[in-house]
Structure formats: structure tokens, C-alpha cells
């Protein structure tokens, strides 16, 4: 464990300094590839742009 550590202390003490993650661009891409296998067959690309851009609204409203 502590060679892991050890090389992979420059990122371990960058993220300390600046705490970016690629998590949720890494989520999107995600998304959109199981969407693309989801939408085999689909007639025009147009419908396709439309989905990926439907991915980011949500989903449930909060009630109150």
C-alpha cells in the first residue's frame, strides 16, 4: 500500500490542492454509450442528438 501511495502521490496531493473529479463527465459518457446501445435501429440521427440532450434533465420533481 504504501508503494501505491508513494507513486501516486503527485495526484493524490493535486487533488488536496484542486478537487476536480472527471466522475461525472466519465458518468455522461457512460450514458450516452448505453444509450447508443439502446438506440440501434433508430431512422435518423436528428432523434438520437435529442435523447443525449434529454439525458441531462431530471428525471422526478421534488414535491412540495
Known sequence: ?????????FGILSYCDHPISSGP???TNNKIKTLK???YGYRDTKF???RIMG???PKY???G
Not at 500500500?1 to 502521490?9: D, E, F, N, Y
Request: glycine share 0%; net charge positive.
Open 55 to 57: 439525458i441531462h434533465k
Open 37 to 39: 446501445w439502446q438506440a
Open 61 to 63: 420533481a421534488l414535491a
Open 25 to 27: 463527465i466519465e458518468a
Open 1 to 9: 500500500m504504501a508503494r501505491t501511495l508513494a507513486t501516486h502521490r
Open 48 to 50: 438520437f442528438k435529442l
